[in-house]
């Protein structure tokens, strides 16, 4: 149990374009999703969390307006990266809670703006 | 600002050692950490847990240690595979829903 996929899994895109990505957990429900950003050789840091049915919580210094985030049901968050600049390539991951404090992470999307 | 931070950037060891993984942590509220592998282009995988209340948790082949005292975590991992070559990071959690990591140590076994 408690897997957490993602979609796509690479992306490459033109710079301005928007990029969709999903995160679905798919075999537990999941109020609570957390994205992610991860830059080569660096460690992750929390983009904004995502609430069902309410607007994601962002961390200080994340644009929310470039990077929009749905979370539209129990098993599906959606990142949106508008207007894409090539220094937005970078992998994103999502996670997602099962049971109390186990956080399961996505195999995370490749984002590359050219 | 508090963060959690590793001490070492690289480990390299060799097949069947034992490996252990240092972090500090900076927030003392924090009660609840974890250790994740994440191997190259892949989604951080979940390893071990400790909770505060604790100071040492067994896993299979792998053992984390906890020292609030000094705010220290590690991972030791025995007999150390080829397939455990990854990068680790450590993460607290604060605040319940707020998990943080550090910068992670790459661990690298030799055959």
């Known amino acids: 149990g408690a897997v957490v996929s993602q979609h796509p899994s690479w992306v490459i895109c033109k710079s301005g374009t928007s990029v969709k990505i999903e995160c679905r957990s798919l075999?537990?429900?999941?109020?609570?999703m957390f994205w992610y950003r991860q830059f080569p050789k660096q460690s992750l840091m929390l983009m904004a969390t995502s609430n069902e049915g309410s607007k994601a919580t962002y961390e200080q210094g994340v644009e929310k307006d470039k990077f929009l985030i749905n979370h539209a049901s129990l098993t599906l968050s959606t990142l949106t990266v508008t207007s894409a600049h090539p220094e937005d390539s970078s992998f994103y991951i999502c996670?997602?809670?099962?049971?109390?404090?186990?956080?399961?992470f996505g195999p995370g999307t490749r984002l590359t703006v050219t | 600002g508090e963060s959690v931070g590793l001490h070492l950037p690289t480990l390299s060891v060799q097949e069947g050692d034992n490996s252990i993984i240092n972090c500090a942590y900076s927030?003392?509220?924090?009660?609840?950490f974890i250790w994740y592998k994440q191997e190259s282009g892949k989604g951080p995988q979940f390893i071990i847990d400790?909770?505060?209340?604790?100071d040492k948790r067994q896993g299979q082949r792998v053992t984390v240690l906890l020292n609030k005292t000094v705010k220290h975590l590690s991972l030791q991992i025995a007999a150390t595979q080829p397939g455990d070559s990854a990068v680790y990071f450590c993460?607290?959690?604060?605040?319940?829903?707020?998990?943080?990591f550090g910068a992670g140590t790459r661990l690298t076994v030799k055959p």
């Open positions: 075999d537990f429900q999941a109020t609570t």
């Open positions: 400790i909770r505060s209340n604790m």
């Open positions: 927030n003392s509220a924090s009660d609840y």
């Open positions: 996670s997602a809670y099962y049971g109390s404090y186990e956080q399961y």
């Open positions: 993460a607290e959690n604060i605040n319940n829903n707020d998990m943080r």
